[in-house]
């Protein structure tokens, strides 16, 4: 098995094109490790101002993201690749005239000049054609939606949403020269937290890490019924600690966990959902997850390590869930252990998986004595670097570093550019207060049901998330339905959470799921098959949202919490009977309807005599299927 450098990028809206490896590749692998050498500077040493530290954060990456993502992604033409290089250097421009002209309108007393508005207007117009490019044509569409709302039609409409309207000039202005628009919260988000652990995870795959997290997990169930299934599971949330991408996670640990999952007898569809189910969870799985856990403590202000420690265990829950099913289907279909077991000693692959665990641990407890999350970030990769010297095999070597510098950057070019466009989205949201009007919205159709709420959202969710990446979805369902849950009590850290765990579903519910699309790609299974069968494999997504608003499992106390998980644990295990129908033997359909009271009775809050009643339940059940004859 060869090593896993790097994460490899599927082919499509969000991967470079293949015309960057020409000769000019090494110039561009330079310049973008100095853009990463930039943000570690000005995210630890640097004194920049937000704005101007964001407005390089567009500036740098959209040079790079012109060169490497054409016009057209099935037609490449030396004039195409002329005009991109020269809109790069008027995006970079943009970003120069604000730092030089900054002080001059300030001195005018925030009176826009003409030049001001062109540069203004050009990096809106550039930020919007790069996201085109790198996410497709929705953000755009909404940021452009959205803004003509503000400029034009909003004073059109009645009733709730109507607008009175802003003039160009104070749009473009707000937008380019403030904390409300393109270089806002969101942009700072990007620019720090974000790009920080993208490179972080970029030097830990780049010093062996995904080759150490499949070695580990294929030992580690070696000997459990449908073994490499497993190994997808666990793989996959180990990634997820250093990937934070569904897509991502599922092509690289898909691209090995797959063709074993097949020879050893799982169907190619379902192997394909196990990963794709399991790839997902890398997104809910601390400490990166994604991007969500960055902007979910910026915006709520709650300490970035506070996130990660409520997340890790609806995060463990969620990945037994996928392995209750890729056990029981191992159960079913008489799968044994794996076939490839090469019997390597656990504790030999974690003394050789020490480089990549010293970092992880180092990054761990800076984060526990209160350092920001970028500061960890910037002296992790330090220690990735330095710890990566007690490898012979995995010593980054000066022309190491700079390819993980350059990785680093290119895989923050679409993240970056889907941030940045979506503040003009926040921005023009919050000039308007459409996020009041539409949260009152709610409460009112709900009829003040938090239950009836929460489907409101869980369907606005699967909306939008088949239009837009998963983060994005997550910010315009925060701004607007945050306020009505908070509104019904729930606490602004659930209310994130259960918006950030809904705002996934997007990757593995048809129609639009790209996580199984990439899956079934790699299986040779038909894409919605695939997609149905990951939707049905991660129910969790959809259960956990609810104990969030209704027990102590996000906000209670530790006891409070582990009291929880424990009987969500059993009652995640229940609820995967019902639905697989399936233990020792086939279960009968009164099994099946006693498993999901019992799954019921073990996620209802409180009432712990009620939860007492659901695990003798699940146990009877377990004895009588087990027993030859006897059934309900």
């Given at each position: ?75 490449v033409t030396k004039i195409g690749k002329m005009i991109s290089l020269l809109l790069g250097i008027l995006i970079l421009s943009t970003s120069i005239y604000l730092i030089l002209f900054e002080e001059a309108l300030h001195i005018r007393n925030e009176v826009p000049s003409a030049f001001d508005l ?515």
């Amino acid at each position: 098995m060869g090593k896993i450098d790097s994460v490899p990028k599927p082919r499509g809206k969000d991967s470079p094109s293949t015309s960057a490896a020409s000769p000019g590749k090494t110039v561009i692998t330079w310049i973008a490790a100095a853009v990463a050498l930039f943000h570690i500077w000005a995210n630890t040493l640097g004194n920049l101002s937000d704005l101007w530290r964001n407005s390089l954060h567009l500036g740098l990456l959209g040079i790079l993201g012109f060169i490497l993502y054409p016009w057209f992604k099935r037609r490449v033409t030396k004039i195409g690749k002329m005009i991109s290089l020269l809109l790069g250097i008027l995006i970079l421009s943009t970003s120069i005239y604000l730092i030089l002209f900054e002080e001059a309108l300030h001195i005018r007393n925030e009176v826009p000049s003409a030049f001001d508005l062109v540069f203004a207007g050009l990096a809106i117009v550039l930020a919007l054609e790069l996201a085109r490019r790198t996410s497709g044509y929705i953000i755009p569409a909404l940021a452009i939606f959205f803004l003509t709302y503000v400029l034009w039609w909003g004073k059109l409409i009645e009733g709730l949403f109507s607008f009175r309207g802003m003039t160009l000039s104070r749009v473009l202005y707000r937008m380019f020269f403030t904390d409300e628009g393109l270089f806002g919260m969101i942009a700072s988000i990007s620019s720090t937290y974000v790009f920080m652990f993208i490179l972080f995870a970029a030097f830990l795959l780049k010093s062996g890490g995904g080759d150490f997290i499949i070695r580990l997990s294929r030992t580690l169930t070696r000997k459990i019924s449908g073994g490499p299934g497993l190994v997808a599971v666990l793989a996959s949330g180990l990634m997820g600690t250093i990937s934070g991408s569904a897509v991502a996670n599922t092509v690289s640990t898909g691209a090995i966990t797959i063709p074993m999952m097949k020879r050893t007898g799982f169907t190619p569809k379902f192997a394909a959902a196990v990963e794709t189910a399991s790839s997902t969870g890398g997104q809910l799985m601390p400490p990166i997850m994604g991007a969500g856990a960055f902007i979910m403590a910026q915006w709520t202000q709650i300490p970035y390590a506070s996130i990660i420690a409520a997340a890790l265990l609806p995060a463990v829950l969620y990945f037994s869930s996928v392995a209750f099913y890729v056990f029981l289907e191992a159960k079913r279909t008489g799968l044994g252990k794996s076939q490839e077991d090469k019997s390597e000693p656990v504790g030999q692959i974690l003394l050789e998986g020490i480089p990549f665990l010293m970092p992880i641990v180092f990054l761990i407890i800076m984060l526990a004595a209160g350092f920001t999350p970028t500061y960890s970030a910037g002296f992790a990769i330090l220690a990735v670097i330095i710890s990566s010297w007690l490898s012979r095999k995995n010593r980054m070597a000066l022309s190491s570093i700079v390819e993980a510098l350059a990785t680093g950057a290119k895989n923050m070019i679409p993240t970056a550019i889907l941030l940045v466009t979506a503040g003009i989205i926040v921005g023009t949201i919050n000039m308007t207060g459409v996020s009041i009007t539409f949260s009152h919205l709610i409460v009112d159709w709900s009829g003040a049901s938090l239950l009836l709420a929460l489907l409101l959202v869980t369907g606005a969710s699967l909306l939008l998330g088949m239009g837009l990446p998963v983060t994005a979805a997550y910010i315009m369902i925060a701004i607007l339905t945050v306020p009505a849950l908070s509104e019904m009590g729930v606490s602004l850290l659930a209310a994130h959470m259960i918006i950030f765990w809904l705002s996934q579903d997007s990757n593995v519910t048809p129609p639009v799921c790209l996580a199984a699309f990439a899956a079934s790609s790699i299986a040779g299974s038909r894409p919605m098959t695939t997609g149905l069968t990951s939707w049905k494999l991660s129910k969790a997504l959809y259960i956990m949202p609810v104990l969030f608003a209704y027990t102590a499992l996000i906000s209670g106390g530790w006891l409070d919490r582990l009291i929880v998980f424990v009987f969500v644990f059993f009652g995640l295990f229940a609820f995967a009977l019902a639905f697989a129908g399936h233990l020792f033997r086939p279960l009968t359909v009164g099994q099946r309807v006693l498993l999901a009271g019992c799954a019921a009775a073990l996620f209802w809050p409180g009432l712990i005599w009620l939860k007492g009643v659901g695990v003798v339940l699940l146990a009877f059940v377990f004895v009588t299927n087990k027993r030859i004859g006897v059934s309900l």
